[in-house]
């Protein structure tokens, strides 16, 4: 069964600095792999996603993620954190067309 | 503007009422979805709809209905509410099964 597992709950950096947030996935197959990001009370926002074309992914807002078959891995991450970055991330796999499987979530607090 | 509209995106119920959540996309988009989000776990799907006229149910189901009558709206009935469903429910349409637009979310308290 394809799943995915956010290995931090909660990352804190300061402004300026990289941000780092790890899943690591389990799939049968080459999956479909998405990044969304929840500020409070809003919805959910696609950062980037995976589906096989090249490896490294670029996505909005300066975020990227790479895919890493043998390390079974799409870490997000971005080079200096802006205040605005701060919020809830999802790592995501696509199991159907009609399923997408959900990380716990990564809470993001950048600090000034 | 196009995309999700969610309608109520509050609403605190008593034990044992009734309610529907409406959700309504412009995109023309052929998938819905309804998710709750609890925390710590992420969205889990409840119920879907790949077309007009058809529902599946997802992997929470139970304690819930949906319908979809017309393609662009996907509603999520609750007819008999209990505390557990208590809950952010997020409505989502993709055209191609793989990017999805979500709303805003409902936030809802059954007490």
């Known amino acids: 069964a394809q799943s995915v597992t956010q290995l931090d709950s909660h990352v804190s950096v300061s402004e300026g600095t990289p941000v780092l947030l790890r899943c690591n996935y389990s799939?049968?197959?080459?999956?479909?792999l998405f990044w969304y990001v929840q500020h409070p009370n809003k919805g959910l926002q696609l950062l980037l996603k995976?589906?096989?074309?090249?490896?490294l992914v670029k996505g909005i807002n300066g975020f990227e993620a790479e895919f890493k078959k043998s390390e079974t891995s799409f870490h997000l991450t971005k080079p200096s954190a802006h205040m605005s970055d701060a919020a809830e991330y999802f790592c995501?796999?696509?199991?159907?067309?009609?399923?997408?499987?959900f990380g716990a979530g990564t809470t993001v607090t950048v600090r000034a | 503007n196009a995309g999700v509209t969610q309608t109520p995106k509050f609403r605190v119920l008593k034990t044992g009422q009734s309610m529907t959540l409406l959700c309504a996309q412009d995109?023309?988009?052929?998938?819905m979805y309804w998710y709750r989000q609890d925390p710590g776990m992420g969205l889990r799907l409840i119920h879907y709809s790949v077309g007009e006229g058809t529902t599946a149910k997802g992997e929470v189901p139970d304690g819930y209905n949906v319908s979809r009558l017309k393609k662009q709206n996907f509603l999520l009935g609750l007819e008999s509410a209990a505390p557990s469903q208590t809950s952010v429910y997020f409505c989502?349409?993709?055209?191609?099964?793989?990017?999805?637009?979500f709303g805003s979310g409902t936030r809802l308290t059954v007490v």
């Open positions: 995501v796999v696509s199991v159907n067309v009609y399923k997408l499987s």
């Open positions: 799939s049968s197959y080459s999956p479909s």
């Open positions: 989502a349409s993709s055209f191609d099964g793989y990017g999805y637009t």
């Open positions: 995109m023309n988009h052929e998938y």
């Open positions: 995976y589906t096989s074309a090249a490896t």
